[in-house]
């Protein structure tokens, strides 16, 4: 059964990096893109990038360029997301999806999410 | 602020037909696939419609996609208590060389 399962929640201080793992299962892994998307507490989704299935190829949003680093490790079917200097508004439920660039269908799959708490 | 601009809350009664706006740009919507997204309190989004009018297996016909210019909408017929949910639009913006969603719109059922 296809399955994204993300890393359990996170308290950081200012400042701080934070990595938020994402194992895939199934044939989930090897053929395709991951995304990664963040939900502050009562607010909207925010995207924050995407690599390939070959985990050499990244692309960020502009707000998070130079602070997030996105990995996949082929041998063990996870992906990671760094993100550093975290401050307050990072505080958020981050999320890892799926994109089934064959059939078009972006992000039909989602990790549970992992909550990350940014506080002093 | 978002690109992508979606009201911020939607409502109608059991049966109705309502529909969601989402008004972006030639930058995104106008050049662009349209994606809309189902979410409920604490859990992951659920993907409704992929490109512009496409519904992946499982999601009920009563849920549709256009679009038209720089501008998409879903609609619901046949409301439901369960459809009472937080909906999301989301495409590729070629300027901001990213993905972008819209605010979301509460969807309240009377």
């Not at chain 1, 995407?50 to 130079?66: L, V």
């Not at chain 1, 307050?88 to 990790?111: K, N, P």
């Not at chain 2, 930058?27 to 512009?52: C, E, H, M």
């Not at chain 2, 016909?61 to 459809?83: P, Q, V, W």
Request: proline share 4%; aromatic share 10%; hydrophobic share 30%.
């Amino acid at each position: 059964q296809e399955q994204l399962v993300q890393s359990g929640a996170e308290v950081k201080k200012p400042g701080a990096s934070v990595k938020v793992s994402c194992q895939a299962s199934g044939s989930m892994f090897t053929t395709y893109y991951m995304h990664w998307v963040r939900q502050a507490p009562g607010q909207g989704l925010e995207w924050i990038g995407i690599i390939n299935p070959g985990g050499d190829s990244t692309t960020y949003a502009q707000q998070f360029q130079g602070r997030v680093a996105m990995t996949r490790d082929t041998s063990t079917g996870t992906l990671y997301m760094e993100l550093s200097s975290l401050r307050s508004e990072d505080t958020a439920v981050y999320y890892c999806a799926r994109e089934d660039s064959s059939s078009g269908q972006l992000m039909d799959y989602w990790g549970q999410g992992t909550l990350v708490t940014v506080s002093s | 602020q978002s690109v992508l601009t979606q009201p911020p809350s939607a409502s109608g009664t059991p049966g109705q037909r309502v529909t969601i706006s989402c008004s972006g740009s030639s930058s995104n919507i106008g050049d662009n696939y349209v994606y809309w997204y189902q979410q409920f309190p604490g859990t992951a989004p659920k993907l409704l419609i992929y490109r512009n009018d496409q519904r992946p297996s499982g999601v009920p016909d009563r849920f549709s996609g256009s679009k038209s210019g720089t501008s998409a909408s879903l609609a619901i017929r046949g409301l439901r208590s369960e459809d009472e949910a937080d909906y999301y639009c989301a495409t590729w913006d070629d300027s901001l060389r990213g993905r972008v969603f819209g605010g979301g719109t509460k969807l309240t059922v009377l």
